[in-house]
């Protein structure tokens, strides 16, 4: 079903490059962009596209509230990685955050999410598609760049595939570290880079990385993404391949990361 977008989009950011990818694409096509940063990491590059960016921790729900209720905001965007580790480091829980904590059974990223779309909702606020203003950057099927992977490296991104696949239901992580088909370590609360540093060094060389989707990925939160970052991180720890699945992730930096791969005998695909 087709949404009939609004001039005025609300961006709720949060760390990497995403959100400025996002605002900019969002500008040159003609939508005015108001920004809600919930990371310092990008705010001077949000400012060059987005009409005003304000300043909040992800504990300030009340604040952001009443933000997009001032600006009479209809629909926004949640973009950008706000692990819990983010959350650790800015600790302002206003009264609503707080209540939520105490009636929360679950933490998982999902429900903490949903808990926020239902909030919006009660104002009349919309929370899109993360990929309706990225869909450029969405990764098609295939290897990408010239490196090509063996027939051993194959068997593990199909066994690392399936696992990820399990922790995704759980809703623990989207990516798994694997060496001759074992799994070296499972994506938690560190993120995607921090899972690659722990699972090569007990890996060592050519370990494999598989990043996927969740079975039930809501669109509107926490799609998959990777760029050069994360291959810089894979050649600092010597991991040979990165997997990711095909159409249901976010590539940013495309032309430069498989630049870098193809200089660093990295062999990046998407199933």
Known sequence: MSIELEKKQGLI???????????????????????????????????????????????????????????????????????KSLVVKRPKFDSLAIEFLK??????????????????????????????????????????????????????????????KEMGELDIGQSVVIKDRMIMAIEAIEGTDKCIKRGCKLGKKNSVIVKVSKPKQDKRFDIPAFGLNTLKTMKKYKAKLIAVEANETIFVDREKTIEFADKNNIIVMAV
Request: aromatic share 6%; proline share 3%; charged share 25%.
């Open 103 to 164: 009636q929360a059974k679950r933490l998982n990223d999902d429900a903490i999410m949903l808990f926020l779309v239902d909030e919006l909702a009660k104002i009349g606020v919309t929370v899109l598609d993360q990929t309706i203003f990225i869909k450029n950057l969405m990764v098609p099927r295939g290897v990408l760049g010239k490196n090509q992977p063996t027939e051993a490296l194959l068997s593990d991104v199909e066994y690392g595939f399936k696992i990820a």
């Open 13 to 83: 950011a949060g760390n990497g490059q995403l959100p400025v990818c996002l605002a900019k694409n969002a500008k040159e096509n003609g939508f005015e962009v108001i920004a809600i940063s919930l990371s310092a990491d990008n705010k001077n590059e949000l400012k060059k596209y987005c009409s005003k960016v304000y300043d909040c921790a992800p504990g300030e729900v009340l604040k952001i509230k009443n933000i997009i209720l001032d600006e009479q905001i209809k629909q926004l965007t949640f973009i950008g990685k706000v692990s």
